[in-house]
């Protein structure tokens, strides 16, 4: 098992409600030679929990990689599942091989009833206007491709896509996360620092240590309407 996710463990409070079978299964991801990291402790437990507290029932997620967080948020979706308002979980990744592998491992679950797979880049337009047609969503998650110019056009497109008293989320949200941009341009936060003037609308909050344990930061947004 990877060791970063060993040591995640007594911090990952989403794990007491997660079910028999998605705990199994969540534990079979970190042993995957793929795993590779996913977003930290503090941060699924957090969106974990708005999503049981806030009865959530649309979920948008851009970056699947092998499911981790998808499997997360999806087994809370599940238990705000409702056949008059059903639950639902769109996750978008254009890395198919390790796509094919999270659909996997959601179906391993039992969670294949509440997770649309999105194939594709979160810009390309087929991507867009296919949720732009989902819309709202209560919560749209981004863990994506960390750099500026993706995280800019992300915070673009989708800030529209969340509905009132909704919530916007973003990981790799700090100045140490910056370093994860590919083209070395700044990185989330710089996307977050330029767009939150423009975005009057959005109450922004920013989880940074020593209050939040993980270097890589969380950033949450909710949307209010305006006088």
Not at 23 to 40: F, K, N, R, T
């Amino acid at each position: 098992m990877d060791p970063d996710y060993v040591n995640s463990i007594p911090l990952s409070t989403y794990r007491f409600a997660l079910s028999k079978k998605s705990l199994q299964v969540l534990d079979e991801i970190g042993s995957d030679p793929e795993y590779g990291g996913a977003s930290d402790a503090g941060t699924m437990s957090m969106l974990y929990t708005l999503i049981h507290c806030c009865q959530m029932h649309r979920v948008l997620q851009l970056g699947t990689w092998i499911g981790f967080s998808a499997l997360i948020l999806a087994d809370a979706l599940m238990k705000t599942n409702d056949e008059n308002n059903p639950s639902v979980l769109y996750t978008v990744d254009p890395a198919i091989p390790q796509a094919m592998k999270a659909r996997a491992y959601i179906e391993e679950a039992g969670l294949s009833g509440v997770v649309h797979f999105v194939d594709g880049k979160s810009t390309d337009r087929e991507v867009v206007e296919f949720l732009e047609a989902k819309a709202p969503c209560d919560l749209i998650y981004i863990d994506s491709y960390h750099g500026y110019s993706v995280a800019r056009e992300e915070l673009r497109i989708y800030w529209p896509l969340v509905r009132f008293h909704g919530f916007l989320a973003l990981h790799d949200s700090s100045e140490f996360a910056a370093s994860f941009d590919p083209e070395n341009e700044g990185g989330v936060i710089r996307a977050l620092k330029e767009w939150i003037p423009l975005a009057p609308d959005c109450e922004a909050l920013f989880m940074r240590q020593p209050v939040w344990q993980n270097p890589c930061g969380f950033f949450l947004g909710t949307k209010k309407e305006l006088s």
